[in-house]
């Protein structure tokens, strides 16, 4: 036996149940889109983006060894430093 007030509420909830999710979709546009703000561009100077140069291979004997050895350790080295500095101008920018 359905009360009146049972008969309320199968009234109710057929009214409500499509109305909801069409206010759910309409309240998703009620946001004003956020404005973009200019960002200043860093640039990044050219020598630090220029590629590592090797120092040439030369190696006649054994001897010539140590000396390309420690050659090489300084192109590494001036490479990592760049490297190095392109992090550090990175991690001002995006902190």
């Not at 420690?70 to 101008?89: F, G, H, M, P, T």
Request: glycine share 2%; with cysteine.
């Amino acid at each position: 036996m359905i009360t009146c007030f049972n008969s309320y509420i199968l009234h109710l909830a057929r009214i409500v149940v499509p109305v909801v999710p069409c206010l759910m979709m309409l309240s998703g546009c009620s946001e004003t889109v956020p404005e973009l703000l200019p960002c200043p561009q860093m640039i990044i100077p050219e020598y630090l983006l220029a590629p590592c140069e090797l120092p040439d291979y030369q190696i006649r004997t054994w001897g010539d060894f140590p000396y390309f050895t420690s050659r090489l350790q300084l192109a590494i080295n001036k490479c990592n430093s760049d490297k190095e500095a392109l992090r550090s101008l990175l991690l001002l920018q995006h902190p």
